[in-house]
Nanobody, 125 residues
Framework: VQLVESGGGSVQSGGSLRLSCAAS????????MGWFRQAPGKEREGVAG???????WYADSVKGRFTISQDKAKNTLYLQMNSLKPEDTAMYYC????????????????????WGQGTQVTVSS
C-alpha cells in the first residue's frame, strides 16, 4: 500500500492549492480516507475526512474553505484549499483506513492504518 501526496507549495494568504494523494497497492474503493496536518511543535490534527459511506468531515478551522473529494477512476484523493491563511501552514498527510472498523471518526488519526509521507504547505501573510 502506497499513498503519495503532491500539490503542496508556497502561497500568499487568500490563495488556493489543491493537494492530491495517489493511492496504489490496494483496490481503491469505499474506504475511509483523510487529510491531516502537522505544524512544527504541534500535534497532528485531522483536517478533512471522507468516510466509507460517502459522508464528509471537516475540522471547524477549515469548514467552508477546504473540500475533500476523490476520483475513484484515478485512485486519487484530493483536498481543495481556498482562502488559505498563515495558520494553515503545515505538513499535510494523506491517510487511509483499510480495516473499516469505523470505531473512530475520520478526523481522528487512530482511525487510519496507512499514511503518506506528506507535502508541505506554506502560507505567507
Amino acid at each position: 500500500v502506497q499513498l503519495v501526496e503532491s500539490g503542496g507549495g508556497s502561497v500568499q494568504s487568500g490563495g488556493s492549492l489543491r493537494l492530491s494523494c495517489a493511492a496504489s497497492g490496494y483496490a481503491y474503493s469505499n474506504y475511509c480516507m483523510g487529510w491531516f496536518r502537522q505544524a512544527p511543535g504541534k500535534e497532528r490534527e485531522g483536517v478533512a475526512g471522507l468516510d466509507s459511506d460517502g459522508s464528509t468531515w471537516y475540522a471547524d478551522s477549515v469548514k467552508g474553505r477546504f473540500t475533500i473529494s476523490q476520483d475513484k477512476a484515478k485512485n486519487t484523493l484530493y483536498l481543495q484549499m481556498n482562502s488559505l491563511k498563515p495558520e494553515d501552514t503545515a505538513m499535510y498527510y494523506c491517510a487511509a483506513d483499510l480495516l473499516g472498523y469505523r470505531l473512530l471518526t475520520p478526523l481522528i488519526a487512530g482511525r487510519y492504518n496507512h499514511w503518506g509521507q506528506g507535502t508541505q504547505v506554506t502560507v505567507s501573510s
